[in-house]
């Protein structure tokens, strides 16, 4: 047989290359939290728009960064859905009140 099968053994979880990226690992979990915070207290309440437009405008910073600077396939798709999931919190939170909504006068 050419190519044996090996479980891949050194890295981080999102690491296929075998090297450990802590930054890229980083930057996937905060865009994922940042995402899905954004994404959920969108759809649960209008009156929540300031905190869903915030996350959403951070998700979407923390990884279009990530973006730039990951490594590998894996890292790039959680990142992809964190930065879909954060921009849909964050659109909708503009629409209901937008980041400053109701504090500035």
């Known amino acids: 047989m050419a ?5 891949n053994t050194a890295g981080g979880l999102f690491a296929t290359d ?3 990226h802590p930054l890229q690992d980083t930057l996937l979990a905060v ?3 940042l995402g899905i915070t954004s994404f959920v207290t969108a ?5 929540l728009h ?3 437009s915030w ?3 951070v998700g979407i910073l923390t990884g279009a960064y990530g973006q730039w600077v990951s490594v590998t396939t894996r890292e790039r798709f959680g990142l ?3 930065l879909g999931a954060s921009a849909v919190g964050f659109f909708l939170g503009m629409a209901h009140g937008g980041l400053f909504g109701g504090l500035i006068d």
Do not use: E, N, Y
């Open 31 to 33: 865009t994922l939290v």
């Open 50 to 52: 300031l905190l869903s």
């Open 43 to 47: 759809l649960v309440d209008d009156d």
């Open 55 to 57: 996350t959403g405008l």
């Open 18 to 20: 075998g090297k450990p």
């Open 3 to 7: 190519q044996a099968l090996r479980p």
């Open 80 to 82: 992809i859905l964190g």
